[in-house]
């Protein structure tokens, strides 16, 4: 209970902070959010922020639909019946304030994490690479790397493709993984 | 990396409660019709305790979005997944699967023959006419080729033959004739920010419009009633942020808050709050990112498109 009124203190008063002073505001977001978009909002206090469900919740009341057009999301479940049951929501794969950077030196995009905990399987923390979308330029993206260590590879040890040890990596190379046609956010990448 | 941030952030500690507790005495100030309120509010919840670690008990559908009646004993349901279910209201339990759509639907609507599907994906209202479980794919809005809109909500009013859309694009609700032709925007000149659902009470000609506001620009999330002409008649605000589904009967307007999980009722004249109900979780009876809300009169009760638990839960109203 003490802990929990002391966290909503400190994100209280570093929300205010930066409201007033808008020093953390810079460095802190990415810049399509904004901390009143999270903090400060009825019913999103700071212990139930503290729990993954109650984010999800908190992402999804903006990102169930496309924001302008783009920015549609989804947990990503294995949509076949083939893999065990798993359910991957929002902060496993993303820091709900900021890039972070990768284990090349790198910041990732969308704010995707540079070390994914992987549970199930019971992987541990796997260095996760996303800092380059486009294939056409140099033909790599961060999709999928030749290591493994691309964000569509670092959880996958069942899949046919795109496994993290990097074999079996090439299905549609140089295409954008998450296109409404193939695996896209907006349906948790299932299809 | 990012352990070592949090580190940091925790020995600014002192130095930020210093900040906060200025900060408190100054934002009350201001706060005045802002959601950006001092304390970060728990909403305080009739009937049930919230849950404190909530798991996700995932229903037969995935994303269950908006709901519209079909029939006297029976409603439709969007799931953004790419589905519309049809749902029996003495059966909530068990969706049948009705139409399979190709990309995200929102919005629905039945207009007496034709069932209307928000699709996110195409950026366009479907038609879709059912024929002894064919479904035939008809004329769609807005009708060019290259004309996009992000279909939120739809509603029908049938004798007018008129369509409501809530665009997420545009941030209005555009208004179309019976022959899909735009005929209005309604609050497209800063009167609507983020409009997000609607709600059509054809005996009073009234658009009801939910709408979570800016906060980057200090604008509250509201309740937006217009006539059906566009012009606005009364704006409701009170103890909600993600305003999402609405339905409008004459005297009230309930409303589902997304982050609350809470059905909230308003008188429509006054704009008093007249009951809560519900209350966060995964459990029987609770809610975890509720998009829509059908009231039914004769049982007393609310069916919720409850997303997150991905089911529609019933809920008994409460008189407050």
Redesign the interface.
């Known amino acids: 209970m003490m802990i929990r009124t002391?966290s909503?203190?400190?994100?209280?008063?570093?929300v205010?902070?930066a409201?007033?002073t808008f020093v953390c505001e810079a460095d802190a977001l990415i810049s399509g959010h904004?901390c009143?978009?999270c903090?400060?909002?009825?019913?999103?206090?700071?212990s139930?922020l503290l729990?993954d469900?109650?984010v999800?919740?908190?992402c999804?009341?903006?990102h169930?639909?496309?924001?302008?057009?783009t920015a549609?999301a989804?947990v990503h479940?294995n949509g076949g019946a083939s893999f065990p049951a798993n359910?991957i929501t929002c902060v496993e794969c993303h820091?709900p304030h900021d890039n972070?950077?990768n284990v090349n030196g790198v910041d990732n995009l969308n704010m995707v994490?540079?070390?994914i905990t992987v549970m199930s399987p019971t992987l541990g923390d796997i260095d996760a690479v996303f800092a380059d979308k486009d294939y056409s330029d140099d033909n790599s993206y961060d999709y999928s790397r030749p290591g493994g260590s691309g964000v569509c590879q670092v959880c996958h040890t069942q899949t046919s493709r795109q496994l993290n040890n990097g074999t079996a990596s090439n299905h549609k190379l140089g295409l954008t993984c998450t296109t409404?046609d193939c695996h896209p956010h907006?349906?948790?990448f299932d299809n | 990396?990012?352990k070592m941030k949090t580190r940091v952030?925790?020995h600014?500690?002192l130095l930020?409660?210093?900040?906060?507790v200025s900060?408190?005495s100054?934002?009350q100030a201001w706060s005045g019709g802002l959601?950006?309120?001092p304390?970060?509010?728990?909403?305080a919840t009739e009937g049930c305790t919230p849950e404190?670690?909530?798991?996700?008990v995932?229903g037969p559908m995935?994303?269950p979005?908006r709901m519209v009646e079909y029939g006297d004993n029976s409603f439709l349901l969007s799931d953004?997944?790419?589905s519309i279910y049809e749902v029996k209201k003495n059966d909530p339990a068990h969706p049948v699967l009705l139409l399979r759509i190709d990309?995200?639907p929102?919005g629905i609507a039945f207009d007496g023959r034709n069932v209307l599907v928000g699709n996110?994906?195409s950026g366009k209202v479907e038609r879709y006419a059912l024929r002894r479980n064919r479904a035939t794919k008809r004329s769609s809005i807005p009708r060019s080729k290259s004309g996009r809109i992000?279909p939120?909500d739809i509603a029908v009013d049938r004798t007018k033959r008129m369509t409501f859309v809530v665009d997420?694009?545009d941030g209005d609700v555009k208004v179309y004739d019976r022959r899909g032709r735009l005929s209005l925007s309604i609050g497209g000149f800063g009167q609507l920010s983020?409009p997000q659902a609607l709600s059509l009470n054809p005996d009073t000609e009234e658009v009801v419009v939910t709408d979570?506001g800016d906060?980057?620009i200090g604008v509250s999330a509201s309740i937006q009633i217009f006539d059906y002409s566009g012009r606005h008649l009364k704006t409701i605000q009170g103890?909600?942020?993600?305003p999402q589904g609405v339905w409008s009967t004459g005297g009230s307007i309930y409303l589902v808050?997304?982050?609350?999980?809470q059905v909230l009722e308003f008188e429509r004249d006054t704009g008093a709050l007249l009951s809560t109900n519900g209350c966060?979780g995964?459990s029987d009876g609770h809610l975890?990112?509720p998009?829509d809300v059908l009231y039914d009169p004769p049982m007393k009760q609310f069916f919720v498109a409850d997303?997150?638990n991905g089911r529609v839960t019933v809920l008994p109203l409460i008189e407050q």
Request: charged share 15%; hydrophobic share 40%.
């Open positions: 002391l909503k203190m400190t994100i209280l008063a570093a205010c902070l409201s007033v904004e009143a978009y903090h400060s909002v009825m019913g999103a206090s700071g139930t729990n469900i109650s999800e919740v908190l999804m009341s903006c169930v639909s496309a924001i302008g057009s549609a989804e479940t359910r820091d972070q950077q994490l540079g070390t409404a907006s349906k948790g | 990396m990012h952030k925790s600014l500690f930020l409660l210093v900040a906060a900060c408190l100054e934002s959601s950006w309120g304390v970060i509010e728990e909403p404190d670690s909530p798991l996700i995932q995935k994303s979005m953004r997944s790419g990309g995200n929102l996110e994906t992000q939120l997420g694009i983020q979570y906060q980057r103890a909600f942020s993600r808050d997304a982050m609350l999980g966060y995964s975890m990112l998009m997303n997150r």
